[in-house]
């Protein structure tokens, strides 16, 4: 009985370390999904044009995002963490073979578009996430891509309307932006398997660098189709 209760405790107790966490990141979760590049696009008041600058960029970020999942991999403590990012990176693969598709209707072919100079700050959340595979907990870990992937989730449901809307795309050639999302049950739950007690002070404060560092891609590529970059 009393070891039953000290279970429900602690579960209780997780569930609202989550919680908090997720009231801690909701405004820089805000600020990325009603980002005024994600903003325009819906609008359809982004130029066309500069539409490329965005294709260039999120290529990198992605071809970036590879290292990423495999270190994950190998730094999950067992068979269930690696499986999960297995399943991760091939979703990756799906995504950035349907984005192409994107790239050519923008008039790139994927061999140029890496030939693109990333801007500074784009490269700053796939960076800072090889870091914390390599260097911070798996639940860090978990969490920080949780958050990325939610955000960058919402910000596809947007940009997908725009551009269907707005700008004449067909749904063959943005359906990479119309991926279904993630159900974060089963991330949450490898969460809270791995987050040690004591250790959410640490989870929420890279939960929040990882989402301060996506924000970096959006306001980098605003600031270039500007031609405020450089």
């Known amino acids: 009985m009393t070891q039953n209760r000290g279970r429900n405790y602690f579960n209780a107790a997780m569930r609202d370390e989550l919680e908090d966490l997720r009231r801690a990141v909701e405004p820089l979760f805000e600020r990325i999904a009603r980002h005024p590049l994600v903003r325009e696009i819906a609008e359809g008041r982004f130029p066309r044009e500069r539409l490329r600058i965005l294709a260039e960029q999120e290529y990198h970020y992605t071809l970036h995002i590879y290292d990423y999942f495999a270190l994950s991999v190998l730094q999950m403590p067992d068979r269930e963490g690696k499986e999960f990012f ?19 209707a923008l008039g790139l072919e994927p061999e140029v578009a890496v030939r693109a100079e990333p801007l500074p700050g784009v490269l700053a959340a796939p960076n800072f996430l ?62 809270r398997k791995y987050a040690a007690e004591g250790a959410w002070e640490a989870i929420r404060r890279t939960a929040r660098l990882a989402l301060e560092y996506e924000a970096m891609f959006f306001d980098a590529v605003h600031a270039g189709s500007r031609g405020e970059g450089g």
Request: some cysteine; overall charge negative.
């Open 130 to 191: 090889v870091h914390v595979a390599v260097s911070r907990t798996p639940a860090e870990n978990l969490a920080a891509f949780l958050f990325i992937e939610e955000v960058w989730s919402e910000v596809c449901r947007a940009l997908h309307a725009g551009f269907r809307a707005h700008y004449g795309f067909t749904e063959s050639e943005v359906q990479c932006f119309a991926l279904p999302p993630l159900d974060p049950a089963r991330e949450v739950a490898l969460i």
């Open 86 to 104: 297995i399943e991760m990176a091939h979703r990756e693969v799906g995504y950035l073979a349907q984005y192409q598709h994107f790239l050519r």
